[in-house]
């Protein structure tokens, strides 16, 4: 039997495009903005204009999932958040730990979003001996050395990498061997892995680097 994980990410039997998840969990805030004004239905048109994007846009990203909305009604504002969140996997319950328990890693331990999103920190790794057995957020700090076991008694879904580049790969490795299959990495470097592992890479210097150069840009003109 299929388990209620499993239907959530299998059942529309298409690959999506990185892009579309990125517009609907935009969306996804959108419309937790509206409903927190009481904001009852609203248009396409409007969700496209608070998102920068077409109302086209829009309507295509939801084809993908089925038919929302009447036309000429718009979107009950409610149900569409409902549905974006099943489609996104935010109604089910997901399992995070954290390799790399520094000073990125302790601020996504104080993150308070990821656990508004249903994502629980269950286990939290390191190799330092000053920090393996001390606490953060009632979780105890385990051995890094002891990943694969520490990973499958905690059930863990999605790992959080926060270590030095140099030992990136080497921990990417060891969870693929675990059977992990998502992984959001905060090194700074590319990690190589099975094409049925999914990687989210967040690096803030690539990031400001888009900024700076946008800028640059602007002033030599």
């Known amino acids: 039997m299929i388990n209620q994980r499993e239907t959530a990410r299998t059942k529309y039997g298409q690959k999506i495009a990185d892009a579309t998840v990125g517009r609907l969990s935009r969306y996804y805030r959108t419309l937790k903005q509206l409903e ?43 149900d569409l958040k409902h549905n974006i969140a099943h489609i996104l996997g935010l109604d089910l319950e997901w399992h995070l730990a954290l390799v790399g328990v520094g000073n990125i890693g302790r601020a996504l331990l104080n993150f308070r979003q990821f656990q508004e999103q249903n994502f629980y920190f269950t286990l939290l790794l390191d190799s330092d001996p000053r920090k393996i057995g001390t606490r953060f957020n009632n979780l105890e700090v385990k051995n890094l050395d002891h990943l694969a076991e520490e990973i499958t008694k905690a059930h863990v879904d999605i790992v959080v990498i926060s270590v030095p580049v140099e030992a990136a790969q080497k921990v990417a490795d060891q969870l693929v061997a675990t059977g992990i299959k998502a992984i959001l990495n905060f090194a700074p470097t590319s990690l190589h892995v099975p094409s049925d592992v999914v990687v989210r890479n967040e690096n803030m210097v690539i990031e400001i680097e888009h900024l700076s150069f946008a800028l640059a840009q602007t002033e030599r003109v």
Do not use: I, M, P, W
């Not at 927190?36 to 309507?59: C, H, I, M, P, W």
């Open 36 to 78: 927190s004004l009481g904001v009852a239905t609203v248009s396409s048109d409007e969700l496209a204009k608070r998102n920068n994007v077409t109302s086209a846009q829009v309507r295509k990203d939801f084809s993908f999932f089925g038919a929302f909305g009447r036309r000429g009604l718009g979107y009950n504002v409610r």
